[in-house]
Structures are given as structure tokens and as C-alpha cells.
């Protein structure tokens, strides 16, 4: 289960600078089961590619984002359990240290092929407030900085704001508040895999 102090260590990061970036937030066991279950799925052809926008408004746009994902709608293996009671156990820290009134959790593998990359973007969408917290855990065992693939995560909304890179490097966990905090995912020369969810509060 989740370790006190890591959670304690998340909640306060996010309440002071609106990102927390935790080094081995999984078991290197379950990061890689998660991962042989996403290349599983995604070879068994059950990932779309991802679109951009919501409900009637979403589209396939290559040029903004390159991922595929699959939604865990049911977790389905002791694995996707685990993964979720942590992320339940993180969601109860966050509430109790900052009064967030996180209700729900939504989250879908992500892989993006050789070529890949996200465009600078926020989480939170139009029309929809709900999303309040991201959280991104990454799935490749090892990372290698030339294999580019980094979350960059943007200080302002300024086009030239300063920037922080991370590398998707298996068992980091990256949170951040969805509503203000700018991103991309860099081209990536290798397939990156990673667990992307939401932490949801009520409209
Ligand atoms: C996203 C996203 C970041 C990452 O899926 O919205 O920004 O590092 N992902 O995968
Ligand atoms: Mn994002």
C-alpha cells in the first residue's frame, strides 16, 4: 500500500508549486506487469487511437497528439487492482491534506509508437471542470535520454515560459493540477508506455 510519507510528500509539492514528481511510486514487479498487460492489449488490437476534445467534439488529430490508449473501465486483472487501490489510497491522501473533494478516478493505458508526441496542452477541458488532479505513471523498465519521449511540464501559460523535462522512466509518478499546469509529451523515438489518469471532483 501506499507509503504515508509518499503521499504526504505529493500532497504538499502539489499544494506549493501545482506538480509532484515521485521516483518509485509502483513496485518494479507491478511496473512491469502493467506493462506486459498494456503491450498485451495493444497487440491484441484494443487500443484506439487517442483523440483530442470531448463528446461530440472529439477528433482524431495526428498533428496535435499520437497516442493510442485503452480505458481500465474494468480492472480486470489483480494487477489493474493494485494499481487502482494505490491510486484510491493517494486520492483519500490528497482530500484529507488538501481538501480537493476528489470523488472519482478515470485512467487508460497510453502508448505512443516510434514518433509520437504530444502537443503543448491542458488537462481540464471546456465545458468540463471536473478533471482537478493528473496523474501520469510510467511504464518502460528502463528509459534512455536520447530516446527523447520527456513530459514537459510548462511554469506558465507564457509561450516562452520556463520549462521542467522528466523522463518516462518505469515507476514515476507525475501529478499535477489539470486545470493551469501546461504540458507536451516530446517526440518520442521509442515506444513509451505509461498509466494516465484524472483524479475527479463533483461539477
Ligand atoms: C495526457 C498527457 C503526459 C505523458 O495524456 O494528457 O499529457 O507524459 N500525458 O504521457
Ligand atoms: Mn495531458
Redesign the pocket.
Known amino acids: 500500500m501506499i507509503d504515508p510519507s509518499a503521499a504526504a510528500d505529493i500532497a504538499d509539492a502539489l499544494a506549493r508549486t501545482g506538480v509532484a514528481i515521485r521516483a518509485g511510486f509502483l513496485a518494479p514487479d507491478l511496473v512491469l506487469e502493467l506493462a506486459s498487460e498494456s503491450r498485451t492489449a495493444f497487440s491484441a488490437g484494443r487500443f484506439h487511437a487517442?483523440r483530442v476534445g470531448m463528446g461530440e467534439t472529439r477528433v482524431l488529430r495526428p498533428d496535435v497528439?499520437g497516442?493510442h490508449i485503452l480505458w481500465l473501465d474494468t480492472p480486470d486483472s489483480d494487477v489493474r487492482r493494485a494499481y487502482l487501490a494505490q491510486m484510491e489510497a493517494l486520492r483519500l491522501a490528497l482530500n484529507e491534506r488538501l481538501f480537493l473533494g476528489l470523488l472519482d478516478y478515470e485512467c487508460h493505458f497510453?502508448l505512443?509508437p516510434p514518433g509520437g508526441f504530444?502537443q503543448r496542452?491542458v488537462?481540464r477541458f471546456r465545458g468540463d471542470p471536473r478533471r482537478a488532479v493528473?496523474a501520469?505513471l510510467?511504464l518502460n523498465e528502463t528509459w534512455e535520454s536520447v530516446w527523447g519521449g520527456n513530459?514537459r511540464l510548462f511554469e506558465s501559460e507564457r509561450a516562452d515560459s520556463p520549462y521542467r523535462d522528466?523522463a518516462?522512466q518505469g515507476g514515476t509518478l507525475?501529478c499535477f493540477l489539470s486545470n493551469s499546469v501546461a504540458?507536451?509529451?516530446l517526440p518520442t523515438t521509442h515506444e513509451?508506455l505509461?498509466l494516465?489518469g484524472w483524479f475527479r471532483r463533483r461539477i
Request: overall charge negative.
Open positions: 487517442a497528439r497516442d497510453a505512443y504530444y496542452h488537462d493528473s501520469v510510467y513530459l522528466v518516462p507525475v504540458h507536451e509529451v513509451r505509461s494516465t
